[in-house]
């Protein structure tokens, strides 16, 4: 708890964190369609039609080192999955380079899953993320418009992965981020899930139930600015306020670096 309570003191910008999971609740609804998905099938970078790779610098976020290329050296698809990769080296005036995608796609409730596993990019300083923010700043800058996030690591802390919401209302400059967090085998793959209704979201991993839901307490913004399209994100940070808390471990970075693997990223919404 104590931990939790500092890197939420630290925390400056957008970013996740946690806090105590809500009980579990049934999220069976009827059915839902799927309308869309990335494979990672072929060779080469993603697929521009679905994907904008970021190019940024990250130090401005959380005071993360890397630089988001928009390289196949960051990023790029082999062998059925998506690769994205952080690498101790100079460039553009940072120490580290990494990749981010965002889709091109915005979307309002759904289920949102992803297939990914860590087994190459778990080590100290690793901060990889899979979230979710406001395509249209309607409410206001971060954290007025919202946050979504489905799965962060720490390479600090192996295995133990956290879901969080961030509102105007409740964020982590506040100390009061609605979050939660489970354990994984990080190495091995999993499906990440987000269930994102009207009046809740419930995060799952696999085929567990929830081990977090964040519920809609009133129709004020400030409270649930969940209502407008918002769009995915895969990233790998490097350090930062959350991520290198206890340092970076430089020489995990050199060659091949610290790879987060992707199988496939599918989007559900309810028929109707």
Request: aromatic share 14%; with cysteine; hydrophobic share 30%.
């Amino acid at each position: 708890m104590e931990a939790r309570a500092a890197v939420g003191e630290q925390f400056t910008d957008e970013c996740g964190a946690c806090a105590a999971a809500k009980p579990p609740a049934d999220f069976d609804d009827g059915e839902y369609d799927l309308v869309w998905e990335d494979k990672f099938n072929g060779n080469g970078a993603v697929d521009p039609t679905k994907w904008t790779a970021v190019e940024k610098g990250g130090g401005h976020y959380n005071d993360e080192l890397q630089y988001y290329s928009n390289r196949t050296k960051n990023a790029w698809v082999s062998d059925g999955t998506l690769k994205i990769r952080a690498l101790r080296e100079d460039y553009k005036d940072h120490k580290y380079t990494s990749a981010k995608l965002e889709t091109k796609v915005a979307w309002t409730y759904g289920k949102f899953h992803v297939k990914a596993r860590l087994n190459q990019g778990s080590a100290r300083g690793t901060w990889p993320a899979l979230w979710m923010m406001p395509k249209d700043k309607v409410y206001g800058y971060w954290p007025h418009s919202g946050e979504i996030d489905i799965m962060e690591h720490v390479g600090y802390q192996p295995g133990k992965v956290h879901a969080t919401v961030h509102t105007e209302a409740y964020n982590h400059r506040l100390k009061n981020q609605k979050g939660g967090h489970t354990r994984v085998n990080q190495n091995e793959w999993h499906t990440y899930k987000v269930d994102w209704k009207p009046d809740s979201i419930a995060f799952s991993i696999d085929d567990r139930g929830p081990y977090n839901v964040f519920r809609k307490e009133s129709d004020s913004s400030a409270k649930w600015p969940l209502n407008k399209d918002f769009y995915l994100i895969l990233n790998m940070a490097v350090g930062g306020s959350w991520g290198g808390v206890q340092g970076v471990d430089e020489w995990s970075f050199k060659g091949n670096g610290q790879i987060m693997e992707v199988d496939w990223v599918k989007v559900y919404q309810k028929r109707g």
